[in-house]
Each structure stands twice: as C-alpha cells, then as structure tokens.
C-alpha cells in the first residue's frame, strides 16, 4: 500500500528548460512535504519543502506546489542544468501519537541533456 | 559543521553474523532515524529515536532488529543472525529538538550492507 506515489520512473529533458516532477499522495494526515535529490552512493539531501497549509514555495530555481485537494504536488526546476541530473524523492512527513515518520516516494531519476 | 555521520559506508556479513551499523547526528540534533533502501525502491522508515528512548519502532521487523540512541555516542542499528533479505542501503537521519516545527531530516550518506 503506497501511499506516496512517483509515477514516473525517469525524466528527461534539455539544459535550460523546466523540468516537472509530480507526486500524489493517498493520506491527508500528512502535513509538511518534502522534495530530496539524491546522487549515487550518497545520502537525500533536502531540497525544499512546503506545509499542508500553502500552495506554494519557492526558493531559487525550485517551487514547490501543493494542490490539496487532488493530493498532488509538484516540483519545477527552471531553468535546469545538467548538475541537476539525479534522483528526485518526494517526502511526506506523518505525526501520528508522538512520532514523527517520512513516508517516501520510489524516486524519479531526472537526466539533464546539454 | 559535521553532518551526519555513518559508518561504516560498506559492510559484507556472511549469513548468520551480526551487522552493526553507526550513526552519529548533526550537531545539536538529539532525535535520529533509521531507514532502509532496497533497490528501485524509496527509503522505508524504521525506527525513531531520542537520546536513551525508542519512541516509534513500528516501522522493524519485530525480530533480529534491535536500535539505540545511549547517552553518550553515535546510535546503532544492529541486525542479528543475517540473512540475504537484509542486503540493503541503511540511511540514518536527524533532526533538532524542538518539537513540531518545519525542521526536515538531514541524511547521513547510509551503509551498504552487502549479505554473502
């Protein structure tokens, strides 16, 4: 039972323009959302965030969008660059009896052409 | 200005040894989590803790498995008696104390447990 889906398993797309990575999530408990890029054998690093209560946060060439009500979200890269070819994890943080747990997508491996 | 840290990065256990992973947090980060990787998938969540409690282990297996985060020290997952199934990448994260805020997990770079 996945509860946070990444339906697409890889993205491609050339330097300089966006780049769309979504996600949808099953469990409106969840309350904050994360976006992490990971490089091989190395570990997530944050990327940005946002709160169930926005729709929106940016930072830099990244937004976040979250649309409650279709339990989607969203992230953009604009423009990318090809330092930006990675696995892309999207997050959903539970609080749930005093612990706190994320709750993670399988990954969305973004390749970045020249 | 440390993140965190894990060790060992790779570790080869022959079936029905012990595995012994590290986890060091940030500094002044008192709450750690364990995750697992299995290929192709996403992070799965094991455990929580706070320094000398286990506040949610609901995420491990309920045999084998065992974690602590001591007083003093990094905090260690430690699997018992092997098997081929536990190969996997090990990702330990932290967070500041502070209750609920909007503070995310920062990952350590996991262990790599390799199963012979």
């Known amino acids: 039972d996945q509860q946070v889906k990444q339906n697409s398993p890889s993205l491609s797309v050339q330097e300089g323009r966006i780049s769309i990575l979504n996600c949808d999530y099953t469990n409106s408990m969840f309350d904050y959302f994360l976006w992490y890029k990971k490089y091989p054998a190395e570990g997530p690093t944050f990327l940005i965030s946002i709160s169930s209560i926005k729709d929106k946060n940016e930072d830099g060439r990244f937004t976040v969008f979250l649309n409650k009500s279709a339990k989607h979200l969203s992230l953009h890269i604009v423009p990318s660059q090809p330092g930006d070819s990675a696995v892309y994890f999207c997050?959903?943080?539970?609080?749930?009896?005093?612990?706190?747990?994320?709750?993670f997508g399988k990954g969305t491996k973004l390749t970045v052409n020249p | 200005n440390a993140g965190v840290m894990q060790n060992p990065r790779h570790l080869v256990r022959r079936r029905g040894q012990e595995a012994r992973l590290r986890c060091s947090p940030m500094?002044?980060?008192?709450?750690v989590y364990w995750y697992r990787q299995l290929p192709e998938e996403g992070l799965k969540f094991m455990v929580y803790?706070?320094?000398?409690?286990?506040?949610?282990e609901s995420g491990m297996p309920k045999e084998r498995f065992s974690a602590e985060f001591p007083k003093e020290g990094p905090s260690i997952l430690r699997i018992q008696q092997v098997v081929r199934g536990d190969s996997a990448a090990y990702f330990c994260?932290?967070?500041?104390?502070?209750?609920?805020?909007?503070?995310?997990?920062?990952f350590g770079d996991g262990t790599r447990l390799s199963i012979l």
């Open positions: 997050a959903a943080r539970r609080i749930q009896g005093g612990s706190e747990k994320l709750v």
């Open positions: 803790l706070q320094k000398e409690n286990i506040i949610d």
């Open positions: 994260a932290s967070s500041p104390p502070g209750g609920r805020g909007n503070q995310p997990q920062h």
């Open positions: 500094k002044g980060h008192s709450h």
